[in-house]
């Protein structure tokens, strides 16, 4: 059983020229006393990555959803 698991979790921001993608179908499990390391160049997404799965959301977010589960507990309800 999978300490985290996030399942094609999506973070799209709200701008005056429409929706920007800044997290679009990520998804990987966790087991306990693993870790993971994101990496990427500026500006690919990696904070919202973080921000959506600690769900500290901006204002200006246009779509959150997918799946996310902490102990099989929907983290997303």
């Not at 300490?3 to 966790?30: E, H, I, K, M, N």
């Not at 500290?56 to 902490?70: C, I, K, V």
């Amino acid at each position: 059983m999978p300490l985290l698991q996030a399942l094609g979790l999506r973070l799209y921001y709200q701008t005056p020229q429409g929706p920007v993608r800044a997290v679009d179908d990520a998804s990987f499990s966790l087991d306990r006393g693993q870790a993971l390391g994101v990496v990427g160049e500026s500006g690919c997404g990696k904070t919202s990555l973080a921000l959506a799965l600690m769900r500290l959301l901006p204002r200006n977010t246009h779509t959150y959803e997918g799946s996310l589960l902490f102990q099989e507990l929907d983290l997303m309800k």
